[in-house]
């Protein structure tokens, strides 16, 4: 075989994988040869000592060496098998048969005088001690561990999917390794030193096919390491690479803070006074603020956002807020049309099919789109609430100074620069996440951003009464809800989706999102049709026209609608103040942060609310997991709860490319993380243009090409 390239397709490799294993693995993302060896195992079985015969014990799992000394097939019709024994004898002349059901082509493999490992467990049949039907592989000799892959070694074992098992797995890898190019280090040799950890090409070789526990360890921490580092300095570098560019300073008097806040009809909580000092002292700075605010769904953060907005606007800049959804674009603007409504700058919503301007005073119009675009570049308007559309071509600002961003935290100097149009000078930014992320999980993956934290609700706020119904108590929760519904209140449905068991095991983002359609279809069907005929129920998923979804959510919002049927991605943060219940169906397929976020788009207005979460599981761990949604105090302290259960991987989900792999590595080595960080200053101060380390620099743009933090 000739030498083999990291980036190879794997259909292009010499003396071929099997077409039927290329789309096994392809089902599993894996396309390339490095796709391939990154698919690291999940463990390893010790099955590195070679037992004799003699010392056998029933029940445990064995290696043995043996050579065949015959073999015997027949039928066993009262049972309709085949029956295959093989008489082997290891080195001290023991014998043993080893039996194969339904393995006829077992006789053709194993002739007498081939030598061979056999791994299994021991059993007995017929008074004797056997292997059933062990893995089998053939050596010239015992403890001949380089030429072996599945027996008399440490032995991987890989994620798997339907029709490829780790045995496939590792017969593919290991002729790869044999033949693999030599692969650039990138790691400077002396933090390898330091840290005792194997070179690039040692580590491959280890993590797959180690000799030792020792080395498999090695292995797996370098790799962790590597992850780690190039994270923590691609953090590093973005943070300096902001503390170079240019921010406008915005500046304000205690009095005109006094005055904004007076237009508030509350208080601000003590979380929301310090998030937003600290975002206040940011912008004051010279170079542009980078931030993320967190807070659970309902928690204020739009006000405190526009704060800064109107402070920014105030000294004749421009600010502009950027949403995930239309939805969510219509809701930021009516909160601060409501709780600004002295001010008189221009408030304007920029979305597809829509464009509106707000004077102050209860004055607003509906405008032309490019109308309103002249306005924005003339700066017309102070501030700007829009979607993607924002940073779109066409659409410049005179003097933006302030941006916001909703449920995106990966914003990076070319977006905001975009978003500045022909300025030199880029805007501050402030990310808004209702996703409650644990705070160890914040610092490594938005390592980049400053952190505030808005950790309590409103004050007054009614805390929602939430119950678990179980099969048994359905019928009550549906008259319980039919009662709400006639006292004028309106009710959330949120639906897991729907999953095909005979699906592979290994399934697209296309097939999941076909699931959720088909699950909120079949609720929307039951709910309208038998439980609740004579309200009006709509539903909510994504593979609805903007223009449907749109129509669906306006129907609920102005109360046309009784009941919204939504799958599990309806937006965070829709406020609708007169929805009381969010009942949630099979509520133990979803992770308990998502409960909570679920939770917290109901109870937003005067009247008591209800989270109603529905269950047909009878096991008692599935109960307890749900219970610890009425005790946690706030959605961080339920995320870290949740992260313990489920792992990042869960946590996280599939969205944001790399980043549940990379989080999984830095919870499980919190001190590799630190060492890590450590080791990102250390370079950074002797070398930060990456003089003496080029293939380092190299392998950084890679990796922030291949990470994707959305």
């Given amino acids: 075989m000739s030498e083999i390239k990291l980036l190879d397709p794997l259909e292009n490799v010499a003396n071929g994988i099997q077409k039927r294993f290329l789309n096994h693995l392809s089902r599993m993302g894996i396309k390339t040869v490095k796709d391939l060896l990154w698919h690291f195992p999940v463990r390893y079985q010790d099955r590195s000592e070679i037992s004799n015969i003699s010392g056998l014990k029933e029940g445990e799992e064995a290696t043995i060496y043996g050579i065949v000394q015959s073999v015997n097939t027949r039928r066993i019709p009262t049972r309709k098998l085949t029956l295959t024994e093989v008489q082997i004898a290891d080195d001290e002349g023991k014998v043993m048969n080893l039996t194969f059901f339904n393995q006829s082509y077992v006789a053709n493999a194993l002739t007498p005088g081939k030598s061979a490992n056999f791994s299994g467990k021991v059993k007995e049949y017929k008074g004797k001690q056997t292997l059933q039907s062990p893995i089998y592989e053939f050596t010239k000799a015992r403890g001949k561990e380089k030429e072996t892959q599945h027996t008399g070694r440490l032995v991987p074992i890989y994620g798997e999917t339907r029709g490829l098992t780790s045995r496939g797995i590792r017969y593919i890898i290991k002729p790869l390794l044999d033949n693999l190019e030599k692969l650039p280090e990138y790691i400077p040799a002396k933090i390898l030193k330091d840290l005792g950890l194997p070179d690039i090409n040692v580590a491959i070789q280890d993590i797959h096919f180690p000799k030792t526990q020792k080395d498999a360890l090695k292995a797996l921490e370098s790799f962790a390491f590597r992850d780690l580092f190039l994270l923590q300095l691609r953090n590093a570098e973005e943070k300096q ?31 929301q006074k310090k998030s937003l000092d600290e975002i206040l002292q940011d912008i004051k700075m010279g170079h542009p603020m980078n931030r993320l605010l967190q807070g659970d769904v309902g928690s204020g953060k739009t006000i405190i956002a526009g704060i800064g907005a109107l402070l920014t606007v105030r000294r004749g800049y ?8 239309e939805i969510l674009a219509r809701q930021h603007f009516k909160t601060l049309i409501k709780f600004f409504e002295e001010y008189d700058g221009g408030i304007a919503l920029l979305i597809s099919k829509e464009a509106r301007v707000f004077y102050g005073d209860g004055l607003e119009s509906t405008v032309k789109k490019s109308e309103l675009i002249k306005k924005i570049r003339t700066g017309k308007v102070g501030i700007v609430i829009g979607t993607h559309a924002l940073i779109q071509k066409n659409v410049v600002f005179k003097n933006l100074a302030f941006a916001v961003v909703d449920e995106q935290h990966r914003f990076g100097v070319g977006q905001r620069a975009n978003l500045a149009g022909s300025e030199k000078i880029l805007p501050h930014f402030l990310s808004m996440s209702a996703t409650p992320i644990p705070r160890t999980l914040t610092m490594t993956i938005f390592g980049n951003l400053d952190l505030s934290l808005i950790n309590e609700l409103p004050k ?11 099969a048994k108590n359905r019928n009550k929760a549906y008259d319980f809800i039919r ?3 006639k006292s004028d209140r309106q009710v959330f449905v949120i639906c897991p989706r729907i999953e095909d068991p005979e699906e592979q095991v290994e399934t697209t983002s296309r097939q999941k999102s076909a699931w959720a359609v088909k699950a909120v279809k079949v609720e929307h069907e039951k709910l309208s049709k038998e439980i609740f005929p004579e309200f009006n129920v709509v539903m909510l998923h994504g593979k609805l026209k903007t223009e449907e979804k749109t129509k669906a959510m306006r129907a609920f919002a102005e109360g046309r609608a009784d009941v919204l049927v939504s799958t599990s991605v309806v937006e965070v943060g829709v406020d609708i103040p007169n929805a009381t219940i969010m009942m949630i169906e099979g509520a133990d397929r979803f992770g308990l942060a998502q409960l909570y976020q679920f939770r917290g788009r109901v109870g937003r207005g005067e009247h008591q609310s209800y989270c109603l979460l529905f269950t047909d599981s009878k096991s008692t761990q599935t109960h307890e997991r749900l219970k610890s949604l009425v005790t946690a105090k706030n959605g961080f302290e339920l995320a870290e709860m949740d992260l313990k259960l489920r792992g990042p991987g869960e946590f996280l989900g599939q969205t944001q490319t790399g980043m549940p792999d990379l989080a999984l590595k830095a919870l499980q080595n919190p001190e590799l993380l630190k060492t890590a960080e450590e080791k990102t200053k250390d370079l950074l101060k002797e070398d930060p243009q990456f003089k003496n380390s080029p293939l380092l620099e190299k392998k950084l743009a890679q990796f922030k090409r291949e990470i994707h933090l959305e």
């Fill in 241 to 271: 690479r902001l503390r170079e560019e240019q921010a406008h300073q915005i500046t304000y008097t205690d009095k005109e803070l006094k005055e904004i806040l007076s237009y508030l009809p509350f208080e601000l909580t003590a979380s």
């Fill in 318 to 325: 421009q600010s502009a807020f950027m949403a995930p959804t």
């Fill in 460 to 470: 007054g706020r009614k805390s929602i009464i939430t119950k678990i119904v179980d």
């Fill in 483 to 485: 009662e709400q519904i």
